[in-house]
């Protein structure tokens, strides 16, 4: 029984015995063997329904296009319909992290659900049952403030919110399963329930807590751990807070998360995420979880204390396992026994602390196994680093949609993102990529193929069999794509599977320079070997379009409908436009006009005076020129920058705040003035042992402090 698109259905040879249907499966199944000899787009369809319930492909490939498949046999027993038995064996539950919903999600959240979706997709197509689940987190502070703020209730403010993500999500054509939200009353209750199971069995306690508060990351920090006296985190302000709150003991389960980590190497991905982990927060020590709040009434209430309302991590991180069915109670649903553990959790790698420490260590506390991997991707930045709205360099979805298309905005993000390292994006680098990878690349192949065969041979051609040495070297390139992008994804190197499938197309448009088509084209006695060339271009360009469907599904099938199986359409689709860079970014500029900054009418600052010192406490500090011999950004940390200073015969290692205003390759060289007598203390994990002299303005810019002339390194500063 044949369940796949109905395009194809007309493709297929028909079974002696059986009949090949549209439509549900049904159980009456062919029997016996048949041998289907089809192109690769007909083999890719059935594998990807994988004709389950049905039969499933026994023997290995015949030939190039030729597969046996085994139809159930009587006295096979019965079957399960919905999914034969070796698919059984797989499924595959793929998380994001919860969007959090106060406000409208730009391009770099986005990010992260067109990637997952990719991935869910191409394990989909690989025969796995795949659950694909996304959402938004709905609790906390920041929300609260915000709504009041609207003049509207925090549940008023939050089913906007996350109508606004869904319909972001929905337009970037994401195949989710599950949007999960944390007001959603089966969650609330089963976070309560979570709760009061860790504080019965003694995991949460109640004590207060006393620190520093940042709002926005709803986050408490220690003195020792702000930068520049603000949030490590987001670099916004903080304040002294104290409270009554439950905490969670950590501590108690940090030697078996670390004996599972050593023994799980997989578990942590990028491994540079792993190191950072286990030797800035698990090594050293953990502090126990501050788990619920009393100081805002947003959240889910702790129900034997309704005072308190659980803290967002508690709260957030659950919807892992209540969006499949977990109950705290013991009875959890038959698809949590399916699905859990998760396969891949995706999240930013901003978020990874909690997803690789905190969550995990909840899971042991609960008895329940850990996910397979959580994978920490980099960040989506534009051009002058991170996007946030108070920097003004936000992009967003709907409106880069708006421009290019929804599968060219899927091309960008996917294919500009390297595996471990921050990507950018600009409005100059999505026209030179549509241009060049997208219209010339991809789409004129597709036109100048779909073209020459109704030319030449009124919309249909077939393989007359003249070949030449130039058509295998092609064939071994298609060969090797599938295999390749299966490698790249078997990794979750999504950019470089995306580039693998256009390697391909770029030896598409080589191979028609080198067969001339157009030449053939002239020569009736030719006339068999350019239907030949046409058809290895069909079948070519067919398999790439195929491995594209993950990343590009709508233009993987606007290719296929139009090179059907060596009968094209009458007419080729324009798949991308050329856009003229000028004209794009006189558009940009009319949707968002540069606010001229006002300037200061007078180059002076004031400053708030300090006591006076004596002339003997301004002798107790040791300044000297250094120069900077090597530098390289804080890991831990988005604001630090620790560099290798030398002061004369030795070298100090320094960590300054000054990574939004240096790069670690501008900082080497510069010789700069040290205070090299000032206490060593850490810095976001990292020692540092003097400090640079920088000078700031009325705006935040820093500048480093040089000598105004060659100064040899350790020269005295008095």
């Known amino acids: 029984s044949y369940s796949g698109p109905p395009r194809y259905r007309a493709l297929l040879p028909a079974v002696a015995g059986g009949t090949f249907v549209n439509g549900p499966r049904k159980t009456n199944a062919a029997y016996g063997v048949a041998c289907f000899s089809f192109g690769p787009i007909i083999y890719y369809t059935l594998e990807n329904y994988n004709l389950c319930g049905v039969g499933r492909l026994d023997e290995s490939r015949v030939n190039a296009y030729t597969y046996i498949i085994r139809m159930p046999q009587k006295g096979d027993g019965k079957r399960d319909l919905n999914m034969c038995q070796d698919c059984k064996k797989k499924p595959y539950y793929i998380t994001t992290a919860i969007a959090y919903a106060s406000g409208k999600p730009h391009i770099g959240n986005t990010y992260e659900i067109v990637l997952a979706d990719s991935i869910a997709r191409y394990k989909r197509a690989q025969g796995y049952d795949v659950f694909f689940q996304t959402g938004t987190d709905e609790h906390g502070q920041k929300i609260e403030e915000k709504a009041e703020a609207a003049g509207i209730t925090p549940k008023e403010f939050v089913d906007k919110a996350a109508g606004e993500i869904k319909r972001i999500w929905d337009l970037m054509n994401t195949s989710y399963d599950k949007f999960i939200r944390t007001t959603d009353a089966d969650h609330e209750a089963q976070v309560q329930k979570i709760f009061k199971k860790l504080y019965d069995q003694g995991d949460i306690y109640k004590g207060a807590y006393e620190g520093l508060y940042c709002t926005p990351c709803e986050s408490f920090w220690t003195p020792s751990q702000l930068v520049d006296g603000k949030c490590p985190d987001c670099g916004r302000e903080v304040k002294p807070a104290k409270e009554e709150a439950y905490f969670f003991r950590m501590s108690k389960y940090a030697p078996q998360l670390i004996e599972y980590i050593n023994s799980h190497p997989e578990f942590i991905q990028p491994v540079s995420r792993k190191n950072e982990m286990m030797n800035n927060f698990l090594l050293p020590g953990l502090q126990d979880l501050c788990v619920s709040r009393t100081s805002f009434k947003w959240g889910i209430p702790v129900d034997f204390d309704p005072k308190h309302v659980v ?94 298309g929804v599968d060219a905005v899927r091309y960008f993000v996917l294919h500009e993102m390297p595996f471990e390292n921050d990507g950018v994006i600009s409005w100059e680098l999505m026209v030179e990529r549509l241009n060049s990878d997208l219209a010339n690349t991809l789409g004129n192949l597709v036109n100048r193929t779909v073209s020459m065969t109704n030319k030449y041979f009124g919309g249909t051609v077939e393989d007359k069999g003249v070949v030449e040495d130039v058509d295998a070297e092609l064939k071994a390139v298609v060969e090797n794509a599938s ?59 067919s398999e790439g379009a195929r491995l594209l469907e993950s990343f590009m599904p709508s233009t993987s099938k606007k290719i296929l409908e139009q090179l059907g199986n060596g009968h094209v359409t009458e007419k080729p689709e324009i798949l991308f436009q050329r856009m003229d860079l000028e004209e794009v970014m006189k558009k940009v500029e009319e949707l968002h006009p540069k606010v001229e900054e006002k300037k200061e009418e007078e180059a002076v600052i004031d400053i708030e005076p300090k006591d006076e010192i004596t002339f003997e406490q301004f002798g107790a500090m040791q300044f000297q020129v250094g120069e900077i011999i090597a530098c390289e950004a804080v890991k831990k940390s988005k604001k630090l920058l620790c560099s290798q200073v030398k002061v004369g015969s030795q070298v100090k290692q320094i960590v300054s705040g000054i990574k939004a205003h240096y790069t670690p390759e501008e900082m080497v060289g510069k010789k700069v003035m040290v205070l090299v007598n000032l206490k060593p203390a850490k810095l976001a994990g990292v020692l540092s042992e003097g400090m640079l002299l920088c000078a700031e303005d009325a705006e935040g810019n820093l500048a480093l402090m040089t000598p105004e002339k060659e100064m040899p390194d350790g020269a005295e500063i008095c």
């Open 311 to 404: 803290y967002v991590w508690l709260d957030a991180l659950t919807n892992y396992i209540t969006g499949i069915g977990y109950d705290a109670d013991g009875n959890s649903t038959e698809q949590f026994g399916k699905l859990w553990p998760a396969d891949l959790h995706l999240i930013g790698k901003d978020i990874i602390r909690f997803h690789t420490i905190y969550w995990p260590i909840f899971l042991m506390a609960l008895d329940l196994p850990l996910p397979k991997q959580v994978f920490g991707h980099p960040w989506l930045l534009q051009g002058d680093g991170k996007m946030s709205k108070s920097k003004g360099n936000v992009l967003y979805a709907d409106e880069l949609v708006d421009f290019f």
């Open 483 to 541: 295999k390749a992008v299966d490698a790249k994804m078997a990794d979750l190197r999504v950019a470089d599977a995306i580039t693998e499938i256009f390697n391909l197309f770029k030896r598409c448009n080589k191979y028609i320079d080198e067969t001339t088509p157009w030449v053939l084209g002239k020569d009736e006695s030719k006339k068999d070997r350019l239907s030949t060339v046409l058809w290895n271009l069909i079948q070519s360009i």
